[in-house]
């Protein structure tokens, strides 16, 4: 059974700092590339980074580049999301999610996908 599940989500102050992790299960992790995304209420899902299977690459939504940084631990089958100078917009929950192919980061195009982490960004 795959399984996407994030964790370190909460409450922060605009300026501060989170780590979000997703740990994977039931596929073949070192071999997908992985991304996050987020949603704000009332707002569609969007894109926010991915990184693929070798980490060689990188892909930055314009809005996060330079704050956000992702990262992934093969051996531990997990990917992490490393949130700088937040920002009251950065407000969502945050998405994991898997895709074999990695070279398109459509909501559509995921295979996978975990439940969400609630972020909160207090002004």
């Known amino acids: 059974q795959v399984q996407l ?8 102050q605009a300026g501060g700092s989170l780590r979000l992790s ?6 073949s992790f070192r071999n997908y590339a992985m991304g996050w995304f987020r949603q ?27 704050r956000f940084t992702i990262s992934r631990d093969n ?18 929950v ?4 898997a895709d074999y192919d990695g070279t398109t980061w459509n909501v559509r195009d995921m295979d996978y996908w975990g439940k969400g982490t609630l972020v909160t960004v207090s002004s």
């Open 5 to 12: 599940e994030e964790s370190g989500g909460g409450l922060v």
């Open 22 to 27: 997703c740990a994977a299960s039931g596929f």
């Open 40 to 66: 704000a209420p009332g707002k569609e899902r969007e894109f926010v980074v991915a990184l693929t299977r070798s980490g060689a690459s990188l892909y930055h939504a314009d809005s996060v580049q330079g």
């Open 75 to 92: 051996a531990k089958n997990t990917v992490y999301l490393q949130m700088n100078s937040l920002k009251p917009e950065d407000a969502a």
């Open 94 to 97: 945050y998405y994991c999610a």
